[in-house]
């Protein structure tokens, strides 16, 4: 075994952990926020002890999906660095993320031991600084376009995604609420701006 | 007495119910929709008999204030049928609706006997609708803008609104996600329209 690899038995846990959260993410997508823990320890092919030990109760599955999510879209935007559309495709992705994830909302807004909101707006506001900025530079956004108002956005579309049910009917509304906030409900030749 | 005037008994039960709904207004504008009803009742001059006899519980007092605001955009809608601006105005008037009752948000949506939401939908949809064909007849929206876009902008509007605590920060960011939803993220001139 080489001396940098961790050991089976830690091994053999993280791989627990993530086929959990991996399970949690599809039960919850398909069944809601509510379906039985049980039936995502099932998918995860563990026994009920190691979800536990894992995971309390149902938010902490809520905020690894989620912290997981952040950490995905902080790997996204070191891929994109150097690319000139980075902020779209970054933006992009935090809104399909919200469309899978859209049943954990109530749990991150009312659990007792709920993520701390602000920490993960900061690392979202600090993966969005750069590619902003650039996209500020290049117009590709408007001007005056901050960082709060792009976390605003976020949760604009999470409003609309989390009122609907189906999976179909999530992605129809958050696209079209991006489409309304990336082009306006004002026309482009409307002279009133 | 006239003979169309309702007896006195009635006129100050309407009275007393319309100084409570006020008073409810007030008190949860200032002290948040947890406010103590008791507040509500001195602030209104009545006994606590009588509010309870009008609103067994506050999500009966928050759906009462929906309804009257409701009532007033309808009135609006009827005063400005003749109005170029129409669609701009109502669509103004219930950003500010919005500001004054975020804190009833969250009894509209939990309360086992909350106002049914559709029905209320249906209500914002029908005052809009003959508005709304007219902007777009005029190009003041986009000409895809439909009534079910506009209630999910008032949606969007409502999350930002409802994570603000003070009435000036919540001024700011409404009016910040309405600009953001009117006239779009992509600047004007961007060609990638």
């Known amino acids: 075994m080489p001396a940098d690899q961790p050991p089976p038995r830690r091994r053999d846990a993280e791989e627990n952990r993530e ?5 949690a993410r599809e039960v919850f997508a398909a069944d809601g926020f509510d379906a039985p823990l049980d039936a995502i320890a099932r998918r995860a092919g563990v026994g009920r002890a190691t979800l536990y030990r894992n995971f309390p109760d149902r938010s902490a599955l809520a905020a690894a999906i989620f912290a997981d999510n952040l950490t995905a879209l902080e790997a996204l ?4 660095r150097d690319q000139p559309n980075a902020f779209m495709t970054l933006l992009t992705a935090a809104v399909d993320q919200q469309i899978e994830v859209h049943a954990l ?10 993520p701390d909101l602000q920490v993960l707006a900061r690392r979202v506001m600090r993966l969005l600084a750069a590619p902003l900025r650039r996209a500020r530079a290049a ?3 408007r001007p005056d376009l901050t960082a709060a108002d792009v976390l605003a956005v976020l949760a604009m579309i999470a409003a609309v995604v989390s009122g609907d049910t ?3 009917s999530r992605r129809h509304s958050a696209l079209r609420a991006l489409e309304l906030l990336l082009h306006g409900v004002v026309p482009r030749d409307a002279a009133n701006r």
């Open 19 to 23: 086929r959990l959260v991996a399970a």
């Open 77 to 80: 935007a070191r891929a994109q």
């Open 105 to 114: 909302f109530p749990a991150l807004l009312s659990a007792p031991d709920a």
């Open 139 to 141: 117009r590709e956004v």
């Open 166 to 168: 189906s999976v179909r």
